[in-house]
């Protein structure tokens, strides 16, 4: 499976952004799908993860109540609408997918990764 991250950009806080992470792979609706985020100088986190059927999804609690991450399995493509943007949202953005029917919420347990995109989000 390859993803193709796009729609970060650079934008002020209280701001929205919408990421869209695209599959080339039809059988994109067996994966789990997972967006997580990699500010400079620190690790990579987790930030949402929708389950295979799209009828589960988790956050991360700094995320929580801003961002929505939604999944179009007829268009192999999941989304990360993020709301409500502060400076500290400034990363890097990755998608990934688990061939799970669970909702995976550690970076390894995601077989695939995209190659992500910067979102930076100024004061």
């Known amino acids: 499976v390859q993803l193709q991250a796009s729609g970060g950009g650079l934008v002020q806080a209280g701001g929205s952004l919408r990421l869209s992470c695209a599959a080339s792979?039809?059988?994109?609706?067996?994966?789990?799908m997972g967006w997580f985020r990699q500010a400079p100088g620190k690790e990579r986190e987790f930030v949402a993860a929708?389950?295979?059927?799209?009828?589960?999804?988790y956050y991360a609690d700094s995320v929580k109540g801003r961002f929505t991450i939604s999944r179009e399995n007829a268009r192999n493509t999941v989304y990360l609408q993020m709301n409500m943007l502060k400076p500290e949202d400034t990363a890097v953005y990755y998608c990934?997918?688990?061939?799970?029917?669970?909702?995976?919420?550690?970076?390894?347990?995601?077989?695939?990764w995209g190659q992500g995109t910067l979102v930076t989000v100024s004061s």
């Open positions: 990934a997918a688990d061939y799970s029917a669970g909702l995976p919420i550690v970076a390894e347990e995601y077989d695939y």
């Open positions: 792979r039809r059988t994109v609706g067996a994966y789990a």
């Open positions: 929708v389950s295979a059927s799209g009828g589960r999804t």
